[in-house]
């Protein structure tokens, strides 16, 4: 077999023809490139490294993620006093960036960002193994922030079809990320072969089952993003605040723009041999996309935060212009406090019911408030 330079490099290390399979895990011989050399054709005299873009953006990202989620957390636990599930969801979705920030820094300190031919002995067994692990944080920070969402849908949707839909999608994404964690962790039979090159004898998945986990994903994005619009639309809200929902909930398409452009990016980069280095710009979308995931349900939540700080631009006008309301309560009367979570307990038994007449998506208090022609949301 010619030799290619680059002893280090064992053949099942690098990425050969279209065809074969992702990863660096089910690799031919050296003889599947032109004349043996998987660099044919590239500059082998290029050093640059990236690395350090990969680090910038994985610490600022998590940094205004983390802050999203403390004035979240603020807002519900300090101003409204009604943390709920789906608070603590979102929270375990940041929780779980943490790992998904140490394993991206962790490959960015060994490979990501790199030329491939410019790696030490021994980095990419490495850049394997934490980029196996990173898939894992992000599944399931991704999986947790679409649960958060859902559990929101519910508890302030009041029409049936919503909640019925509401429902479904909890299950599809409990289900579909369950049964793609039992795929990640069979990635290869047996899993430290995903990583370790000395073992030869091993199976592992078609790379089918990525591209169904990245359909899958993409698919749930825009169905939770789309669920509350019909339900938006149809409330009796001035034109501003109805804008301002929208506009609000349509941030969430940006989730699902980041989600297509990595899928693109990475069918173009399939079989690309310098992928250390050409999949820098997907690793800083990936980045992007898991900590915007949780950024985003934080800012449906921000409104009591709001009318707090700047009570002349977000307060609501008339007799509630000084009440601060949060999504899944409203207070029973004028100037009372805004009542703890409880849990499951239904709005009814609670002492609130839902504005038919407004067509509203949210609670409201039914304690002489009839009159009211449309609901306050801690929204916009």
Request: aromatic share 12%; charged share 15%; glycine share 8%.
């Amino acid at each position: 077999m010619p030799s290619t330079g680059h002893p280090w490099l064992p053949d099942p290390a690098v990425r050969l023809r279209p065809g074969k399979t992702y990863n660096y895990v089910d690799c031919d011989k050296m003889q599947d490139f032109p004349g043996g050399d998987p660099f044919a054709g590239l500059d082998t005299t290029a050093t640059d490294s990236l690395s350090g873009s990969i680090i910038a953006c994985a610490v600022v990202s998590f940094v205004v993620s983390g802050l999203m989620v403390g004035l979240r957390f603020y807002s519900r636990g300090v101003v409204t006093r009604v943390l709920g599930r789906e608070d603590w969801c979102i929270l375990v979705a940041w929780l779980l960036v943490i790992g998904f920030t140490v394993t991206t820094i962790l490959q960015a300190s060994v490979a990501s960002g790199r030329h491939i031919w410019t790696l030490k002995e021994g980095a990419m067994p490495k850049y394997l193994l934490y980029s196996f692990i990173n898939v894992i944080f992000y599944q399931l920070s991704l999986c947790f922030s679409k649960i958060s969402i859902l559990f929101l849908y519910i508890r302030v949707l009041t029409y049936n079809y919503a909640r019925r839909a509401a429902y479904i999608l909890l299950a599809i994404v409990i289900i579909y990320n369950t049964l793609g964690f039992i795929s990640s962790m069979t990635l290869c039979r047996p899993l430290r072969a995903y990583w370790d090159f000395t073992i030869t004898e091993k199976k592992c998945h078609p790379v089918s089952f990525m591209w169904a986990a990245i359909g899958l994903h993409i698919g749930t994005d825009f169905l939770i993003f789309l669920l509350p619009m019909p339900v938006i639309l149809g409330m009796n809200l001035p034109r501003g605040q109805k804008i301002g929902l929208v506009v609000v909930f349509a941030l969430g398409f940006f989730v699902c723009f980041i989600s297509i452009l990595r899928a693109v990016w990475i069918h173009g980069l399939f079989d690309a041999i310098d992928s250390t280095y050409d999949f820098t710009a997907i690793t800083n979308w990936t980045v992007v996309e898991v900590n915007t995931a949780i950024a985003i349900p934080c800012l449906l939540v921000l409104k009591p935060l709001l009318n707090k700080i700047l009570p002349r631009f977000f307060s609501a006008s008339g007799p509630h212009r000084n009440q601060v309301y949060n999504l899944d309560e409203h207070p029973a009367g004028s100037g009372s406090t805004p009542r703890p979570n409880r849990g499951d307990e239904s709005a009814h038994e609670a002492g609130y019911a839902s504005i038919q007449s407004a067509k509203s998506s949210f609670l409201a208090d039914d304690r002489g408030n009839a009159e009211r022609k449309h609901p306050s949301s801690d929204i916009v």
